[in-house]
Nanobody, 124 residues
Framework: QVPVVESGGGLMQVGGSLRLSCVAS????????MGWFRQAPGKEREFVAA????????DYTESVKGRFTISRDNAKNTVYLQMNSLKPEDTAVYYC?????????????????WGQGTQVTVSS
């Protein structure tokens, strides 16, 4: 119903950078908050970052503050997650999600549509 497609994952050395992109339905994207979640092997999926529909408000989990930046370009129906100073613990499948709410939210249940995920692997 609302296509969500992530891209930009890959292999990176510790301290490196990657930028993830997420393209969603224009109709829904322009009025929806967006979030990034991640799931490491053997662990539960966790919240990473979220952004309001207008891009003016953001929220980050403590472990990525100062390193990751979420942004969006509504004209391109795209949300980004710039990841800098990558650490091994950042290794996970990253998921983009769409919320019907307009402001950043952390609970998974607040998001209605999810992408298939993109793998990020950080190693030495």
């Amino acid at each position: 119903q609302v296509p969500v497609v992530e891209s930009g994952g890959g292999l990176m050395q510790v301290g490196g950078s990657l930028r993830l992109s997420c393209v969603a339905s224009g109709r829904t994207f322009s009025s929806s908050a967006m979030g990034w979640f991640r799931q490491a092997p053997g662990k539960e999926r966790e919240f990473v970052a979220a952004i309001s529909w207008g891009g003016g408000r953001t929220d980050y989990t403590e472990s990525v503050k100062g390193r990751f930046t979420i942004s969006r370009d509504n004209a391109k129906n795209t949300v980004y997650l710039q990841m800098n100073s990558l650490k091994p613990e950042d290794t996970a499948v990253y998921y983009c999600a769409v919320s019907q709410q307009s402001f950043p939210r952390r609970p998974e249940l607040d998001y209605e549509y999810w992408g298939q995920g993109t793998q990020v692997t950080v190693s030495s």
